[in-house]
């Protein structure tokens, strides 16, 4: 009669046990659990309100989301001007609440007729192009004409750095000002390859950056 007991209640505590985990898991947001976005766009958490997806094009790519739509802080960073600059990324760089890595060199080609051989681009990865040839302007650099009869331009490679923690965001020209920030910041520069990460997100549902608490309820 005790063993039956005995064995009636470690049925009960370890039930008991599996709900507390399994409520613990279902409390943490889908911000921190979804690894796609409309069932086929892969989808990679960074810190909210920001998340970076793989788009459909040939080849895809990966690119910054603002305002996550699983966020419940969606609309904190006043991204409308950037938002949709961050693309072409390969790695990504997240501690401390700050996101932070490269936008890769590029090609645009702008095929308009009100377009001339003259492109300038600013570090937020806003695009001018004069008719005439002009001085670069502060925050500022000339794209180099590819090919000049269907309007090809170089874009080189710039830096950005996002801080989540006062919803501020820079962009740089130059890797040793970007380098500066992040030392000052007392920020780490490592960078993640986002399709080895996103894997290790599929396959263990955590991320390195995650805070210490929604990976102890993740991996219960």
Not at 87 to 112: F, P, Q
Request: glycine share 4%.
């Amino acid at each position: 009669m005790i063993k039956e007991m005995r064995k009636i209640l470690f049925v009960l505590g370890l039930a008991v046990l599996l709900s507390a985990c399994d409520n613990s898991k279902s409390k943490v947001s889908r911000y921190y659990k979804a690894t796609t976005w409309n069932r086929n766009c892969p989808r990679l958490p960074l810190y909210e309100p920001l998340a970076i997806y793989k788009d459909l094009s040939t080849p895809p790519e990966w690119f910054m989301s603002f305002d996550d739509l699983l966020s419940g802080k969606k609309n904190e960073i006043d991204y409308h001007s950037i938002g949709a600059n961050i693309i072409s990324i390969n790695d990504i760089g997240a501690d401390r609440g700050v996101v932070y890595g490269c936008i890769k060199e590029s090609e645009l080609i702008e095929t308009g007729a009100e377009f001339g051989n003259y492109a300038f681009i600013n570090s937020k990865g806003g695009f001018s192009f004069p008719l005439k040839n002009r001085p670069s302007r502060e925050n500022e650099q000339a794209l180099v004409l590819i090919d000049s009869t269907k309007r090809s331009f170089l874009v080189p490679e710039r830096w950005y750095l996002i801080n989540t923690k006062d919803t501020t965001y820079k962009f740089f020209f130059d890797k040793k000002n970007y380098q500066a920030e992040l030392k000052e910041l007392n920020v780490s520069s490592q960078l993640y390859d986002i399709d080895s990460v996103y894997n290790e997100y599929v396959s263990t549902g955590v991320l390195p950056w995650f805070p210490d608490s929604i990976k102890v309820a993740l991996r219960r």
